[in-house]
C-alpha cells in the first residue's frame, strides 16, 4: 500500500510539474508560486478552524528560515522546469539528500562511511554529466537554478527537522509556509508583466494547484503508512514519470550521457536518503 501512495504521489508531481512548464509560457513564476500554494493554504486553514486548533507557531525564527528557503528552493525548481527537459529539472531538484549529506560532512562533521563517498561522488558525477548538454544549449543558469533547488530544500529539511524535535504539528509548518509563499508571491505580482487570464491558463494554474496539493497529500499518506526508507526511495520515481512527459509532450531525447547523468543522481540521491536515515536513527 506504501508503494502505491508514493507511485501516486509521484505521478501526481510529475504532472504537476508538467502544467508548470505549459504555464510559464503565459505566467509569471509569482502567479504560478502564488496558485501552487492557495489551495493548502485554504484546505489547512479551514482544518485548523473546525478543530479550533492555534495558527501561529512559537519558533518563529526557524519558521522564517525554513519559509526562506523553501519559497526559495520552489521558485527555483520552476524556473528550471520551463527552460530545461523535463527530467532533467526533476532529477536536479532531487539532489537535495545528496546536499543533506554534504551538509552533514562540512558543517556537523558527520564521519562519511563508504556508501556516503560513493553517493556523493556518484551525485556529482551525475550533476557533470547532465551539466555538459546543458552548456551545449546555453541553459547554464537554468541548471543552477534548478541545483539551486535541490541544495535550498535540503536546508529546508533540516529546519522541518528542527521543528518536528521541537514539538511543532507538521500540518501547522505546512500551513504557515504555503501561506507565506502565497503572500509572499501575492506582493511580487505587481512587478510582473501583466498576464491574460484565458481559460487555458486559469485550467493549468488550478490544475498546478490541485495536483501540488493532492501529491503533498498522497507523499504524507505514504510516509504514514510504511518505512520511511521505502518512500525516500520509490519517490525517485518522479523523474521516470517526468522522463516520460517530456518525451510524450515536447519529444525530449536524452543522450546517453544525460541518461547516464539521470541514473547516476537518481541513484545517488536515494543512496544518501537511506544513510542519511541511517544516521538519524
Known sequence: MQAFWVLVSSLLFATMSVLVKLASSEFSLAEIVFFRTLPGSLLLFGYARSRRLPLWP????????????????????????????????????????????????????????????????????????????????????????????????????????????????????????????????????????????????IGLLIGIGITGLAGQLAMTRAFSVGAPTLAAILQYSTVVFAAFYGYIVWGDHPTWMSSLGLVLIIGSGAGAALAMRRAAA
Open 58 to 201: 512559537h519558533h518563529w525564527r526557524i519558521h522564517a528560515i525554513r519559509n526562506l528557503v523553501g519559497i526559495g528552493s520552489m521558485t527555483l525548481g520552476f524556473y528550471a522546469i520551463s527552460k530545461l527537459a523535463l527530467a532533467t529539472a526533476a532529477s536536479l531538484e532531487y539532489t537535495a539528500p545528496i546536499f543533506l549529506m554534504l551538509y552533514a560532512v562540512v558543517l556537523v562533521r558527520h564521519r562519511p562511511s563508504i556508501i556516503d563517498i560513493l553517493a556523493l561522488a556518484g551525485g556529482f558525477a551525475g550533476v557533470l554529466l547532465l551539466l555538459r548538454p546543458s552548456l551545449q544549449q546555453d541553459q547554464l543558469i537554468p541548471f543552477l537554478a534548478g541545483l539551486g533547488s535541490g541544495a535550498l530544500a535540503a536546508i529546508a529539511y533540516l529546519q522541518i527537522r528542527r521543528l518536528g524535535a521541537l514539538g511543532e504539528a507538521t500540518w501547522r509548518t505546512v500551513f504557515i509556509y504555503t501561506l507565506s509563499a502565497m503572500v509572499v508571491s501575492l506582493f511580487a505580482m505587481p512587478f510582473t508583466p501583466p498576464a491574460t487570464y484565458s481559460v487555458r491558463g
